[in-house]
C-alpha cells in the first residue's frame, strides 16, 4: 500500500513539475545528453482533449447551481481534469527521452522513467509498429497515439516500476520518437563506440 501511494504523489509531483517547467520552457534531466523529443504527435489531441473538459465544466457549472455541494464538488474535479490533460501533455514535453555515454533514458510523460545501460541493448532498429504488447510479460510499449516507431532488444532485463509500485522485468522495449532516425543513428554510433577495442599500445623501437 505504502508503494502504491508513494507511486502516485510521484506522479503527481512530476505533473505538477512537468507544468512549471513547460511554463518557463525548459526540460528536465537533459543536462550532458542529447535529447529526443516524442510528444509532437500527440499535442492537437491533447488540447482538444482539454477543450471538450473546459466545456463540460462550463456546463456542469451553470447546470448545477442550484446544489451548491454537489456544485462545488463538480466543478473541483472537473478543473482538476482539465489540469490533469494539460499536465500529462506538459510532462511529455519537457521530459524527453535522453541519450548519453552511459546509457538511454526512455521516458513517458510523468509514468515512465526507464535508464537503459548502453552494455543491455542488443538490438536496436527503426520500426513504425501498432501498440499491441500491453500486458505481455517482459515488454513495454510506449505508444503516442497507437504506435511505435523504435524497437531495443535488451541482452538483459532492467527493472521497470509502474506507477502503483509493481516490478517488471523488460527486454522488450517500443517507444516512439519525432526523429526516430537520427535516434536509431546516434544510438547505434554511441553502442558501436563502447564495443570497438582499443588500440594496442605502441611499443617503443
Do not use: K, N
Not at 33 to 38: I, S, T
Not at 75 to 85: C, G, Q, S
Not at 94 to 105: A, K, N
Amino acid at each position: 500500500m505504502r508503494a502504491v501511494v508513494r507511486g502516485l504523489v510521484r506522479h503527481e509531483v512530476r505533473l505538477q513539475a512537468g507544468l512549471l517547467l513547460w511554463v518557463a520552457r525548459r526540460r528536465h534531466g537533459t543536462d550532458g545528453g542529447q535529447a529526443f523529443g516524442y510528444a509532437r504527435g500527440q499535442g492537437a489531441m491533447m488540447f482538444a482533449f482539454a477543450f471538450v473538459c473546459v466545456v463540460e465544466t462550463v456546463a456542469m457549472f451553470v447546470l448545477l447551481r442550484g446544489w451548491p455541494t454537489v456544485h462545488l464538488v463538480v466543478l473541483v474535479l472537473d478543473v482538476y481534469t482539465v489540469e490533469f490533460v494539460i499536465g500529462l501533455h506538459a510532462a511529455s514535453v519537457v521530459r524527453p527521452h535522453v541519450l548519453d555515454s552511459r546509457s538511454l533514458r526512455v521516458r513517458y510523460a510523468a509514468q515512465v522513467d526507464l535508464r537503459i545501460p548502453l552494455e543491455r541493448i542488443a538490438v536496436v532498429r527503426r520500426e513504425l509498429r501498432t501498440a499491441q504488447s500491453a500486458g505481455v510479460e517482459g515488454e513495454l510499449d510506449l505508444a503516442i497515439g497507437s504506435l511505435t516507431t523504435i524497437t531495443l532488444e535488451l541482452a538483459e532485463p532492467v527493472a521497470h516500476f509502474t506507477v502503483l509500485g509493481r516490478r517488471r522485468d523488460i527486454r522488450v522495449v517500443r517507444f516512439h520518437a519525432d526523429d526516430a532516425d537520427t535516434l536509431v543513428r546516434s544510438l547505434r554510433t554511441v553502442t558501436r563506440e563502447r564495443t570497438v577495442p582499443p588500440p594496442p599500445p605502441v611499443r617503443p623501437a
